[in-house]
């Protein structure tokens, strides 16, 4: 059946096997153990990670997985940056921004939105910081197109809309997720969405 190989009567399976494939011989019995070790790891780690799911609310899986994702995500861009594969890091690096979380939940995407809304306040003198406190200057009064440029939407938006970008910015307020007092500025956005309703939607 196989030519070259004589079978014995007496010549067991696995001698069998070693003369039909002599590269068998080089899996030594420390590789074989070294094998069900690194089996037996796995099998403990995903015993763990299921054990975990089942009892962790959503939101701590959610944290957990965004956590193992930007670690790994962060090692990878090291790696390529270091073996000179610069294209490379930089779109990693994009894709991992969204998963950076800062103080109180805040992403960075959030925190730009909420520096856009500051920046414009500012140059409209509206708000600003003094010696660690803010000011306003004529905060009542606030115009149509300044109320829709604080809220960050436009004319022709619907009222779903609005009251979504008002949420939104309110949650970046909250005191739980600022080091600064930001009552004047929830003020000015609780003005600015009552001007809009009162406009537009009344």
Same mark, same amino acid.
């Given at each position: 059946?196989?030519?070259?190989?004589?079978?014995?009567?007496?010549?067991?399976?696995?001698?069998?096997?070693?003369?039909?494939?002599?590269?068998?011989?080089?899996?030594?019995? +420390?590789?074989?153990? /070294?094998?069900?070790?690194?089996?037996?790891?796995?099998?403990?780690?995903? &015993?763990?990670? !299921?054990?975990?799911?089942? +009892?962790?609310?959503?939101?701590?899986?959610?944290?957990?997985?965004? &956590?193992?994702?930007?670690?790994?995500?962060?090692? !990878?861009?090291? $790696?390529?940056?270091?073996?000179?594969?610069?294209?490379? $890091?930089?779109?990693?690096?994009?894709?991992?921004?969204?998963?950076?979380?800062?103080?109180?939940?805040?992403?960075?995407?959030?925190?730009?939105?909420?520096?856009?809304?500051?920046?414009?306040?500012?140059?409209?003198?509206?708000?600003?910081?003094?010696?660690?406190?803010? &000011?306003?200057?004529?905060?009542?009064?606030?115009?149509? %197109?300044?109320?829709? /440029?604080?809220?960050?939407? +436009?004319?022709? %938006?619907?009222?779903?809309?609005?009251?979504?970008?008002? +949420?939104?910015?309110?949650?970046?307020?909250?005191?739980?997720? /600022?080091?600064?007092?930001?009552?004047?500025?929830?003020?000015?956005?609780?003005?600015?969405?009552?001007?809009?309703?009162?406009? %537009?939607?009344?």
């Amino acid at each position: 059946m196989y030519p070259g190989v004589i079978i014995y009567p007496s010549i067991t399976m696995t001698t069998f096997l070693f003369r039909l494939f002599p590269q068998l011989w080089y899996l030594h019995i +420390k590789e074989i153990m /070294n094998l069900f070790l690194i089996i037996g790891i796995c099998f403990v780690i995903l &015993y763990l990670l !299921l054990n975990w799911f089942s +009892k962790a609310s959503s939101k701590r899986i959610a944290k957990g997985i965004r &956590y193992i994702i930007f670690t790994t995500g962060i090692l !990878l861009a090291i $790696t390529l940056f270091l073996v000179g594969r610069y294209a490379f $890091t930089i779109p990693i690096l994009f894709f991992l921004i969204p998963l950076l979380k800062l103080k109180g939940g805040i992403g960075l995407f959030q925190l730009f939105q909420l520096w856009r809304l500051i920046s414009y306040l500012r140059q409209t003198g509206r708000y600003s910081f003094r010696s660690g406190t803010n &000011y306003s200057k004529a905060s009542s009064n606030i115009s149509l %197109d300044e109320a829709y /440029n604080i809220l960050g939407c +436009k004319k022709g %938006d619907s009222k779903a809309q609005v009251l979504s970008s008002y +949420k939104r910015i309110m949650s970046k307020l909250h005191p739980d997720k /600022n080091d600064t007092n930001t009552t004047k500025l929830a003020q000015m956005v609780s003005e600015a969405k009552e001007t809009i309703l009162k406009n %537009d939607f009344n």
